[in-house]
């Protein structure tokens, strides 16, 4: 059974961080591509950034230079470290895996979500 469980969310002020971990198994985890997902309330779901099998990220311009995705094999994980953030960054944050690589409406494994409420 394939699961794939978000932590590290939170509230935080604008220009503070947090770092998101997504911790996976049931799958060979280095053969899988992952990436980082979030929706707003009354908007639809976007990618935010997104890590290959063989270590190639991608993020979306609104978070380039604020955020970094990175993998520990080891570990089955992927993170999200998210600094110098922003009100508009608020949103539910889900992380999704596929092999090789996640496109841009995700993968076929999705992990529940987890809450970013950045507010002063």
């Known amino acids: 059974q394939v699961q794939l469980v978000e932590s590290g969310g939170g509230l935080v002020q604008p220009g503070g961080s947090l770092r998101l971990s997504c911790a996976a198994s049931g799958i060979i985890f280095r053969l899988y591509g992952m990436g980082w997902y979030r929706q707003a309330p009354g908007k639809q779901r976007e990618l935010v950034a997104t890590?290959?099998?063989?270590?190639?990220?991608d993020y979306a311009d609104s978070v380039k230079g604020r955020f970094t995705c990175s993998r520990d094999n080891a570990k089955n994980t992927v993170y999200l470290q998210m600094n110098s953030l922003k009100p508009e960054d608020t949103a539910v944050y889900y992380c999704s895996a596929a092999l090789g690589r996640v496109g841009p409406l995700g993968g076929i494994y999705w992990g529940q979500g987890t809450q970013v409420t950045v507010s002063s």
């Open positions: 890590i290959t099998s063989g270590d190639n990220t």
